[in-house]
């Protein structure tokens, strides 16, 4: 399984960034998914996750602000960011999770099985 984010950049605090993640070897239909940010200096924390039933589980910083979401016919995980803030900078990943039925298993990296590399979102103030 190789998985490829994209969409990251430079944006303004209030703008707006979708992040995609392509999958390949793997159908994301039948794939748990999250999305994980690491600022420098940082831990890796978790920021939205969507299980195979498709419920949705989201970071407090972030709830309301981001949507997770998936684009079968693209094999394609979607976050969109909108209001973004300067703490929002950070590396973001997307990975294929296991068994993703809770929150609680959403937020440990330790359910997730595959990473990609991450796209570097920048907000400025």
């Known amino acids: 399984v190789q998985l490829q984010a994209s969409g990251g950049g430079l944006v303004q605090a209030g703008g707006s960034l979708r992040l995609s993640c392509a999958a390949s070897?793997?159908?994301?239909?039948?794939?748990?998914m999250g999305w994980f940010r690491q600022a420098p200096g940082k831990e890796r924390e978790f920021v939205a996750a969507?299980?195979?039933?498709?419920?949705?589980y989201y970071a407090d910083s972030v709830k309301g602000r981001f949507t997770i979401s998936r684009d079968n016919a693209k094999n394609t995980v979607l976050l969109q960011m909108n209001n973004l803030k300067p703490e929002d900078t950070a590396v973001y990943y997307c990975?294929?999770?296991?068994?993703?039925?809770?929150?609680?298993?959403?937020?440990?990296?330790?359910?997730?099985?595959?990473w990609g590399q991450g796209t570097q979102v920048t907000v400025s103030s």
């Open positions: 990975a294929v999770g296991d068994q993703l039925y809770s929150i609680s298993r959403a937020r440990r990296t330790e359910n997730y099985s595959y």
């Open positions: 070897g793997r159908t994301f239909s039948s794939s748990a």
């Open positions: 969507m299980a195979r039933s498709g419920n949705t």
